[in-house]
């Protein structure tokens, strides 16, 4: 008999799990300030596999791997194959990474254990703001490892008019925001969907403040001024926003979507939140913001208990309430963080 689909207390369903498999980083942009050592405890593949597992008997239907950088995981191409007996249920596996390390062998590797789908992140176009964004005083060999890293995607199978490949931007006022026009430009030349992200204030180490995040009305207004766009909205379930080029640029294709954004300060989404954020080493965040998670380890060591793994899960989706975002737009009017409530988790350990 189908259950019915499992929803928390604000009637939001389970679709997304979002698996960090790292807390480390290649890179050190400061925005985002990973740890420089790996946690203790580690989650192993089968331990992984269980909880996707059980997320997909809950109703999650996509996977996206995530990190720290997850290709600094050597068992990641395992994980992947032996997720895929979860198939049809499991409709999409995702990656974001920063792609310093696809090279041309790993994308044909991902493809072939069964990766659907890369989002590479790019915070610029020269070699200045990539380092300033990256924290890497190198900043034109990581640009040149990240374009050579979309071509490596592409040649592998990763196709972006399938949503196969994508470029995830963090853009913030007063440092990158010269590089809205600049990326949007290299966007369309290589036929990719751009996604605009807003400065979150997820994490305490970055020293977010709201006078550092541009709105995405306004880098989509800088955009529509060069290359006019139309909106195309949000769909249910979804964290971005849609727009397309007028003039068909970008991938050309009359339903391409080369423009997304992610307003997670100016145009809170957390109605629409269906994302359940697993760390590496076994916490279960349903909020972004949260400042603590679910230990799911004791059913995990020392052995796997699916069933009662199953149970805290649902227990867990259903008593979640958490909607950070819209009551930090609306209890305060404004998006200040609020100094009194426990510091927000990091975002390198959650995953984004
Ligand atoms: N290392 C990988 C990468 O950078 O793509 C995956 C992990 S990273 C935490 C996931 C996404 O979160 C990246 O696209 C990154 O740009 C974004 N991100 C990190 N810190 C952020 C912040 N404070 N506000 C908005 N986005 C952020
Ligand atoms: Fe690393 Fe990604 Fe964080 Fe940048 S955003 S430091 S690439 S985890």
């Not at 189908?2 to 480390?24: I, N």
């Not at 592409?154 to 026009?181: C, H, M, W």
């Not at 208990?305 to 979640?320: F, I, K, N």
């Amino acid at each position: 008999m189908q259950q019915p689909p499992l929803q928390d207390r604000l009637g939001r369903p389970l679709g997304v799990v979002r698996l960090s498999l790292t807390a480390r980083c290649n890179l050190n942009c400061p925005y985002c300030r990973p740890e420089g050592k790996d946690l203790p405890g580690l989650l192993g593949v089968e331990e992984r596999r269980e909880l996707v597992a059980a997320s997909v008997d809950l109703g999650a239907h996509t996977l996206r791997l995530t990190g720290g950088e997850p290709l600094l995981d050597g068992d990641l191409e395992t994980l992947i194959k032996v997720l895929q007996p979860l198939r049809p249920r499991l409709r999409r596996i995702a990656l974001t990474s920063n792609g310093l390390l696809l090279s041309a062998e790993r994308a044909k590797a991902l493809r072939k254990a069964g990766l659907d789908s890369v989002t590479l992140s790019l915070d610029g176009t020269d070699a200045t703001s990539v380092a300033r964004m990256s924290g890497r005083r190198d900043g034109g060999w990581v640009l040149e490892q990240v374009l050579a890293a979309i071509e490596h995607a592409r040649s592998a199978g990763f196709d972006p008019a399938q949503g196969g490949l994508k470029l995830n931007a963090v853009i913030q006022r007063g440092v990158n925001e010269d590089q809205v026009l600049p990326l949007a430009s290299l966007a369309r030349q290589r036929g990719l969907e751009l996604r605009l992200i807003e400065y979150m204030d997820v994490g305490n180490r970055n020293g977010w403040h709201p006078d550092q995040v541009l709105a995405a009305a306004t880098m989509v207004s800088r955009i529509d001024s060069h290359w006019p766009l139309q909106p195309l909205g949000r769909e249910a379930n979804a964290t971005h926003r849609r727009w397309r080029y007028r003039d068909g640029g970008g991938m050309g294709a009359a339903d391409a979507l080369p423009i997304s954004t992610i307003a997670s300060i100016s145009e809170p989404f957390c109605g629409d939140c269906n994302r359940l954020r697993i760390t590496a080493d076994g916490f279960a965040y349903p909020c972004l913001f949260a400042s603590s998670g679910t230990d799911l380890r004791p059913w995990l060591r020392p052995w796997p208990q699916p069933a009662s793994l199953r149970l805290a899960l649902a227990d867990l989706w259903h008593s979640r309430s958490d909607r950070y975002s819209e009551e930090r737009a609306e209890l305060r009017g404004s998006t200040t963080p609020d100094s009194s409530l426990p510091p927000h988790a990091e975002m390198a350990y959650l995953g984004g």
